[in-house]
């Protein structure tokens, strides 16, 4: 299918979602059970968004929920990628790099990220998972022992503040019942294995929850190999009937993970498991820049955190405080023969980060005008405070190892957020407000003066103002429209170079944007629910990349962009066991004015045009035995602003997986098998966005297989 017919077909099914959800509204449906209304799709709860228990079917803003199912019974659960892709409007790149993580964009926003995530707002457990500054890591999430993920786009992101082109926040499972434990084993491809251990149980008004984790990969790309250690933990404890305290502590240990680094056209297809060859030296021998240098990096992240809710009747006040500590040590790929000049802080990058926050807020529901007013009034304040150096990445003719000092400094990052909620709900009517001012601000205190003294503050703040309104059409169509303001500022990694190499670049401006959505919600008949979307977002002095080489990336302001697109998403159950899925984003996302070499029209970087998830699954009655057919597929996707590079094209690929489960006495034991991408198909798995060195291209796995299988005892 040619790209052009690919985007028609997806326009075409998202305007005929309108028909037919209006045709919906007409039909008589029959009466359900309480069990069957409890199930139904249209009652799917959701706390984000609206930060309190909601329908996600009567909330103006498009939503997804990830459930437990999803994530726990038929993958390896080690990254968020394996589920995420199943959302429309959000794409979600496994680097096959598990020492950048994740890249995660929504509606094109943080998909000019070289690790991480930013542009979207990470929480697990209503603890951030991004920074202040914005930048976040999806590494941190557990997804052992998540109970759901729930995805919001649009303008209702705005709703977080800085960096909220979308929200992705994970719930992990409660404790309840008789004390267990449970044993999962993974193992595939490319050497990959999985050990987890988890207890869980609850007495009376006490809860516990503990789990560890290791996993390890030989890699698919050369110089990929990586070990992840992850512990989690949660106490839950009624304290009063009407109050509640959650207690989380969680912690992440990456040793030396191997960075196999971006790779040009040519390496590319020549083989995508292959480095880079540095060539810039012909009298050493012939190596990868990845084994030349040793690219690594080692990651030590702690935090905890306590969540205490007390209820006053219908009103509720709420209050989170969190804290932690980020270890990281990374050593970055220069060329042979590179000279550092004065300004330049060196191929080592070693920081020692402190983080906490707060977020406290009061929920008050009354009567007005004969309806329901819901409000929530509360201030988010968080503060990171990095203790950084830099060094040198070679001693001599010996490359990889830590050099002369070049840096060091104190970084400090804070925000101080207060914000305002309000929904009233009347009849057919549900119209929602929100106002949020943000000021974020950066400390450099420079303790490396040879080169100058780079000490400085900048202070960036914004309104961000949402309105939504939603009509329910009748019981099973509801139609809503909402506008907001976002801004985004640059992370602190945004900040530390400037184009000419001489130190910070306070000069950068944040980002703000204008958010507008229409949208339909229904269900077709009793057991199909469809949601789609329309929307549009204008964008005023967009962050790009402005050159990136060896890990070293600098950013500036650019001129307009706009992004228009639909989504769409369908769920189904079709009867006698079978049930189907599909989420389908069309999204063109281009600089609407010109700006340097950057003609006007040219389409962002790492944003594909078209996104495709299905799936046919099948499920045996008891529940016992189940398997499924999913397919995604994404359009090519353009790796610097000019376009002129060669873009990755787009693909598609197929994946099958067979599950199973059994009940003996006091056991419970669960079995999958999966087998991805069945065609052997190339692709690039993703793009370093704008690299100088036009190593823009991480190749994706082709045909691999993950088995698991999981023993829980209840006691």
């Known amino acids: ?15 005929a979602c309108w028909p037919l959800a209006l045709f919906a509204a007409d039909q008589p449906q029959p009466p359900q059970t309480p069990e069957q209304a409890a199930q139904s799709p249209m009652n799917i709860v959701v706390v984000t968004g609206s930060r309190d228990e909601h329908t996600s ?60 995530v930013r542009g979207v707002r990470l929480i697990a457990d209503g603890i951030p998972a991004t920074m202040p500054d914005g930048q976040g890591q999806a590494a941190t999430f557990n997804l052992d ?35 267990s434990i449970e044993t999962s084993v993974t193992g595939g491809s490319d050497g990959m294995r999985k050990l987890d251990v988890n207890a869980q149980g609850k007495t009376g008004a006490v809860g516990y929850l503990l789990d560890v984790s290791r996993f390890d990969t030989d890699g698919f790309r050369d110089h990929g190999a990586a070990r992840r250690d992850q512990a989690y933990a949660k106490l839950t404890a009624a304290t009063s009937e009407t109050s509640r305290l959650v ?80 270890r990281v040590v990374q050593y970055q790929a220069f060329s042979r023969g590179f000279q550092a000049p ?143 303001r976002g801004f985004e500022t640059p992370t602190l990694n945004e900040l530390f170079y400037s184009g000419t190499g001489t130190g910070f670049n306070f000069n950068v401006q944040p980002a703000t944007s204008t958010h507008l959505e229409a949208g339909v919600k229904t269900l077709l008949g009793k057991d199909i629910r469809l949601n789609a979307a329309l929307f549009q977002v204008k964008t005023q002095d967009e962050l790009v990349v402005d050159a990136s080489s060896g890990g070293r990336t600098s950013y500036r302001n650019a001129s307009a962009t706009l992004r228009q697109g639909g989504e769409l998403s369908l769920d189904a159950d079709l009867g006698a066991g079978w049930n189907a899925k599909l ?85 419970r034991f669960k079995e999958f098998v999966r087998l991805n991408n069945l065609f052997d198909r190339q692709y690039v798995g993703s793009v370093i966005v704008g690299d100088a060195n036009r190593r823009f291209y991480e190749g994706a796995q082709g045909r691999n297989w993950v088995l698991g299988v999981s023993g829980q005892y209840q006691f």
């Open 583 to 667: 989420a389908v984003s069309a999204l063109r996302a281009i600089y609407d004015e010109a700006f340097g070499n950057v003609p006007q029209g040219s389409r962002l970087p790492g944003v594909p045009r078209t996104s495709v998830f299905g799936e046919l699954g099948w499920k045996e009655a008891s529940g016992r035995w189940g398997a499924a057919l999913e397919t995604i597929a994404n359009g090519r996707v353009y790796a610097e602003d000019t376009n002129t590079a060669q873009p990755a094209p787009g693909y598609a690929i197929f994946n099958a997986r067979a599950q199973a489960s059994q009940q003996l006495g006091g056991w």
């Open 145 to 179: 022992m998540a109970e759901r993920i729930e995805v919001l786009r649009g303008p209702f992101s705005a709703l977080y503040g800085n960096h909220s082109g979308g929200v992705v926040q994970l719930f992990t499972r409660d404790p309840k019942g008789a004390p």
């Open 247 to 326: 207690l989380t502590a969680s912690g992440l240990r990456q040793d030396d993970t191997q960075d196999p680094l971006g790779v040009t056209w040519a390496t590319y297809l020549r083989d995508p498991r292959a480095g880079e060859i540095d060539t810039t030296d012909t009298q050493l021998p012939q190596r990868t820049l990845a084994e030349r240098y040793n690219t690594r990096k080692s990651i030590d992240h702690k935090q905890a955190g306590l969540t205490w809710e007390s209820r006053f009747g219908a009103n509720r006040l709420q209050m989170t405080a969190y804290g932690g500590n980020r």
């Open 342 to 484: 004065p300004t330049h802080s060196g191929g080592v990058v070693d920081f020692d980060r402190d983080f906490y926050g707060v977020d406290l807020n009061w929920r008050d529901v009354r009567e007005l005008a004969g309806g329901t007013l819901r409000t929530t009034v509360g201030i988010d304040a968080s503060r990171s405070t990095d203790s950084r150096q830099g060094f040198e990445n070679f001693v001599g003719n010996e490359f990889g190892v830590r050099g002369r000092l070049r840096r060091d400094e104190e970084d400090k990052v804070s925000n101080l957020d207060p914000y305002l909620q309000m929904e009233w709900e009347r009849d057919k009517w549900v119209v929602t407000g929100g106002l949020r001012r943000s000021r974020v601000t950066f400390e450099v205190a420079d303790r490396y003066l040879s080169n100058g003294n780079d000490s400085g503050e900048v202070r960036y703040s914004h309104t961000t103002p949402l309105v939504g309104v939603l009509y329910k059409v009748s019981p099973t169509l509801n139609v809503y429209a909402s506008a907001a």
């Open 1 to 15: 299918m040619t790209q052009h017919a690919f985007r028609l077909n997806a326009i075409a099914a998202l305007c």
């Open 57 to 116: 079917f009567d909330l103006p803003a498009a939503i997804d929920v990830i459930d437990a199912s999803q994530i726990r019974d038929t993958q390896p659960r080690v990254n968020a990628s394996e589920v995420l892709s199943a959302v429309p409007g959000l794409v979600a790149r496994d680097r096959q790099n598990y020492a950048q993580d994740l890249q995660i964009s929504s509606r094109g926003f943080g998909a000019r990220s070289a690790f991480g």
